[in-house]
């Protein structure tokens, strides 16, 4: 039993243009935010949005809590993440958009950035541990597995073609 295909793609794929699809607005979202706090000159986000919180109540632990997990920056590190937000902006838009054309080059793209990155994903998590980093783990793992596998076998399919046309089997 074959999964149906979702935007006339097969299923993987169709699947690998959601999320491509939501991260390119999420990561637009970031842009936005990071650019305002630049802008605003607001380094320690969590401790200017739960001022009033504290000023009612100074031991509120769900305050207290996200502003000891969110970290101060400064304005340089909150434009460098705002320019690394645009670049993924872009870069998941391009990849979105090549999938849904159905660009062989943006599959390798694709499986060459993962590829890249993997190495990051994993020093992060033995670094600190989440669950959040693991599924992340997991989906580029499940990503990368799937368009190599999709490319292998279109190379197989492609050099049966080609030794049939040319009278080799």
């Known amino acids: 039993m074959t999964a149906p295909p979702l935007f006339g793609k097969p299923f ?25 706090l630049h802008a605003r000159g607001i380094t320690d986000p969590a401790q200017v949005l739960f001022a009033g919180e504290l000023r009612e109540d100074s031991h509120d632990r769900l305050a207290l809590l996200v502003i000891g997990l969110v970290p101060g920056v400064s304005k340089s590190v909150l434009l460098a993440l705002a320019l690394a937000s645009i670049g993924y902006l872009v870069l998941e838009a391009i990849e ?3 999938l849904i054309l159905g660009r062989l080059w943006v599959e390798w793209l694709i499986v060459v950035e993962t590829g890249v990155f993997l ?21 580029n793992l499940l990503i990368l ?16 073609r080609l030794g049939s046309r040319y009278g080799n089997s």
């Open 119 to 139: 190495p990051f994903e994993v020093y992060e998590l033995a670094g600190h541990f989440t669950w959040l980093k693991v599924l992340i783990l997991a989906a």
């Open 96 to 98: 979105a958009a090549g």
């Open 145 to 160: 597995s799937y368009l190599g596998i999709r490319r292998v076998q279109q190379a197989r399919h492609d050099d049966r």
């Open 12 to 36: 993987g794929m169709g699947l690998i243009i959601i999320e491509k699809c939501l991260a390119a607005p999420f990561f637009g979202a970031a842009a936005v935010v990071l650019l305002v």
